[in-house]
DNA sequence: ACTTGGTAGACTGTCTACCAAGTGCCACTT
DNA sequence: AAGTGGCACTTGGTAGACAGTCTACCAAGT
């Protein structure tokens, strides 16, 4: 639902019918740039934005801006407090844990779908994903890993067909990577092999099991971000153990 | 989400601190009222929405209109085409099909997290509603019907514990009430029996139990609605009727 | 008959200016 | 030191203006 009227790539109609370059209503604009703004921590988190202020940084009116500021307020990235101003998000404590378990419903869900019908291409791009997110994995490239793995992620819910599982897993995966990009590097190892199975598990079209391994792959990311809070920097650890488990270390 | 910054019943604090009621802000009245219409027929789908002209028809100036059906056009209730206004969304064809696919999920996660952690007070009002619910079946009103069964399923989510799936789940909830309520009564009976063996296994904590019921209730809705839109489902029925077709009770 | 070109009206997107009301903060008072 | 009053700031909403775009329609040309 959130995708504005016509995204940039929106029509998949026939071959060769690609409509001109539509310019981008402002504030659609506006909104990406303050998005962006927050993720890399140009706007930090608790910080006063005040329309004017943002709208001469943009060049913009007020309009426009606050048109933006509306829309990232319904979507949680920033609180807006009528007659004082927009601040930036701070997300409260339980707030990843409860994003990562809508976005383990959201995906697993996907991934069943996603094995229901595992299109040709999709899955050789999906399985062209998994190796060079191996690669730069091994080669250390946090930033070109992290890119690839939403990617593969992004394309499992777009395989699900389902716009609106596309839409709500997009919106919860980018709130989830501005909270965890800065602790993110931890899981690389374990994660591209849980991905290879998950791919495999699509391309046979098994779909408990893809909803499975999906499942518990992001509740092993879900651990590894708890762990980070309370300060056990372990590899995953074999625990079939679903209550979560508080080290008194 | 998509809850703008504070609603009425937002806060929940320490008891004994009633905030005095802030004025709603213009632009929440004109988006109540307009999804109001548009769930109602007023606006029917296809119509070309005037900011003008709505703006008249509801005694404020364009600005509040513009918000409202921007955040309209985000949660998928109009398409705004930039440049010529916006449209009451039209549901396609499978678009019914995937929303009941997502709250099939979002919804059976609820239930599992809910019966993880069954509250006694809500568990006590979640029977209550089954039973209400059943009575109405039976007297036939179909519009308390419908509100209950609206009722239960917002509170199971609820007790999830987790804005997101709430947020997620109340949107799409909203959505399918739209696309639905034309035909709804027709699954009445078997519906509330499948609520009481879901707030049984909820008050158990039999998660996988009740995220198992909660997805196959779903299911079952999903296949209601099939059957209405290609005709009767257990008599073959050959006639290529396309008209919906309105129950004879 | 079909295309092209032109015209006109409607609406949005954006900007500017302005005012009322609410919020937070600071200095002043007690 | 704590409470109070007042002030500056910010949003929320209104009004009006203007450019650009979209749709439709008509007329002339091929």
Same mark, same amino acid.
């Given at each position: 639902? !959130?995708?504005?009227?016509?995204?940039? $790539?929106a029509?998949?109609?026939?071959?060769?019918? =690609?409509?001109?370059?539509? +310019? !981008?209503?402002? %504030?659609?604009?506006?909104?990406?740039?303050?998005?962006?703004?927050?993720?890399? &921590?140009?706007?930090?988190?608790?910080?006063?934005l005040? $329309?004017?202020?943002?709208?001469?940084?943009?060049?913009?009116?007020?309009?426009?801006? /606050?048109?933006?500021?509306?829309r990232?307020?319904?979507?949680?990235?920033?609180?807006? %407090?009528? &007659?004082?101003?927009?601040?930036?998000?701070?997300?409260? $404590?339980?707030?990843?844990?409860?994003?990562?378990?809508? /976005?383990?419903?959201?995906?697993? $869900?996907?991934?069943r779908?996603?094995?229901?019908?595992?299109?040709?291409?999709?899955?050789?791009?999906?399985?062209?994903?998994?190796?060079?997110?191996?690669?730069?994995?091994?080669?250390?490239?946090?930033?070109? !890993?992290?890119?690839?793995?939403?990617?593969?992620?992004?394309?499992?819910?777009?395989?699900?067909?389902? %716009?609106?599982?596309?839409?709500?897993?997009?919106?919860?995966? =980018?709130?989830?990577?501005?909270?965890?990009? +800065?602790?993110? +590097?931890? /899981?690389?190892?374990?994660?591209?092999?849980?991905?290879?199975?998950?791919?495999?598990?699509?391309?046979?079209?098994?779909?408990?099991?893809?909803?499975?391994?999906?499942r518990?792959?992001?509740?092993?990311?879900?651990?590894?971000?708890?762990?980070?809070?309370? &300060?056990?920097?372990?590899?995953?650890?074999?625990? +079939?153990?679903k209550?979560?488990?508080? /080290?008194?270390?």
């Amino acid at each position: 639902m !959130t995708t504005t009227s016509a995204g940039p $790539e929106a029509n998949s109609d026939s071959p060769g019918v =690609r409509h001109v370059k539509r +310019p !981008t209503p402002l %504030r659609e604009s506006v909104y990406e740039a303050l998005t962006e703004m927050i993720i890399d &921590g140009t706007l930090e988190r608790g910080r006063h934005l005040v $329309e004017v202020e943002l709208a001469g940084m943009l060049g913009v009116s007020r309009q426009p801006v /606050r048109e933006a500021l509306q829309r990232l307020n319904n979507e949680g990235w920033v609180d807006l %407090r009528p &007659g004082f101003g927009a601040m930036v998000h701070v997300p409260a $404590e339980d707030e990843v844990d409860q994003l990562l378990a809508a /976005r383990a419903a959201l995906e697993s $869900e996907s991934a069943r779908l996603a094995a229901r019908n595992p299109d040709k291409d999709a899955v050789a791009k999906l399985k062209e994903l998994c190796k060079i997110g191996a690669q730069l994995q091994e080669t250390g490239d946090i930033d070109g !890993t992290v890119r690839t793995n939403a990617e593969l992620h992004s394309l499992i819910t777009e395989m699900s067909g389902n %716009r609106f599982l596309v839409d709500f897993a997009g919106q919860v995966d =980018r709130r989830v990577r501005w909270y965890y990009t +800065p602790v993110a +590097p931890v /899981r690389g190892a374990a994660s591209w092999r849980e991905h290879t199975r998950l791919v495999k598990a699509i391309a046979d079209g098994d779909e408990d099991k893809a909803a499975q391994i999906m499942r518990e792959h992001t509740e092993h990311t879900r651990k590894a971000y708890h762990d980070l809070q309370t &300060g056990t920097p372990t590899e995953d650890s074999p625990t +079939p153990d679903k209550k979560p488990r508080r /080290r008194t270390t």
